[in-house]
């Protein structure tokens, strides 16, 4: 089956299962087939970025542990692995052997799976991030748009995002990593050269829940997030445990208020492209008689 879009899964902070995309993709293809179309043209790739931290967190959470009664050890181990992962990767910054290089590394190789999965080629691309998950894609793309690392990283126009013709991110933090910035400029989206088809539907969409202290609209950051983000749209996510309060921030991807607007987004990008492109227009078929 020719594959005709790409989609790729970023996840955020927390203890996250390898299989984390698994729940998502599953009702996304019901319901792709669902509004008839062919789910079977649909690309599937997650990043798995968390065993890259997780051995030295689950270590030091025995060693301050084991010989201390600790109350809430749900809530330490998320505040080990949130500041652990986010002090590794902010602080180490983009030289080589770095945290930061190591995810982006995990990220690329990611897409380079993507892209074989696409037949080796640069079709469209649609990623969905999650918390931190969106900050580590826009440092990606952000990245690669100013040309860094071309030798690693740019040896196609997928792996250097010029395809991207969809964002969903979901309780994003990226707000919480501008406030040491006087200009907060955000990515350019859509990249230039998309296909017309493809930009006309191209769409960045936050979501994120207004019980969730770690997600957070993106449109107010600046003029430039303004310009690129098109849309923010508040959710209610979990369950009755867990929506009105701040667990629910693990909860976002396979809840129906997520999984709604993505698979609009989705499903445009598909029908994208199936669009034929509109011919040349030049006096040999303008229909202009001798």
Request: aromatic share 10%.
């Amino acid at each position: 089956m020719n594959k005709r879009v790409g989609v790729l899964f970023v996840h955020g902070l927390g203890a996250v299962p390898e299989d984390f995309a698994h729940d998502s993709i599953q009702e996304l293809r019901e319901r792709v087939a669902g509004r008839g179309l062919n789910r079977d043209e649909i690309a599937w790739q997650s990043v798995y970025w968390h065993p890259l931290l997780s051995e030295k967190e689950n270590r030091l959470w025995v060693d301050l542990s084991a010989q201390n009664d600790l109350n809430w050890a749900k809530l330490r181990k998320f505040f080990i692995n949130a500041f652990g992962t986010v002090t590794s990767y902010r602080s180490s910054g983009d030289r080589p052997g770095s945290m930061y290089q190591a995810i982006h590394g995990m990220v690329n190789e990611s897409l380079k799976e993507l892209r074989e999965k696409l037949g080796g080629q640069d079709k469209p691309l649609l990623v969905i991030a999650h918390s931190f998950g969106s900050v580590i894609i826009s440092d990606y793309i952000w990245d690669r748009q100013r040309g860094r690392d071309q030798a690693r990283f740019g040896t196609s126009a997928f792996e250097r995002m010029e395809t991207l013709s969809g964002m969903v991110t979901l309780g994003s933090n990226i707000p919480l990593f501008t406030v040491d910035s006087d200009r907060i400029a955000a990515i350019d989206f859509p990249p230039p050269g998309l296909p017309a088809a493809l930009e006309r539907k191209a769409k960045w969409l936050n979501l994120y829940d207004s019980d969730d202290v770690l997600g957070w609209p993106l449109r107010d950051l600046s003029e430039s997030y303004a310009k690129v983000v098109s849309e923010d749209i508040e959710v209610s996510v979990g369950n009755i445990l867990t929506s009105w309060n701040p667990t629910n921030h693990a909860a976002y991807w396979t809840d129906d208020s997520v999984i709604k607007p993505t698979l609009y987004l989705l499903s445009s990008v598909l029908e994208a492209t199936h669009v034929k492109p509109l011919p040349e227009v030049n006096e040999s078929n303008l229909g202009y008689p001798d």
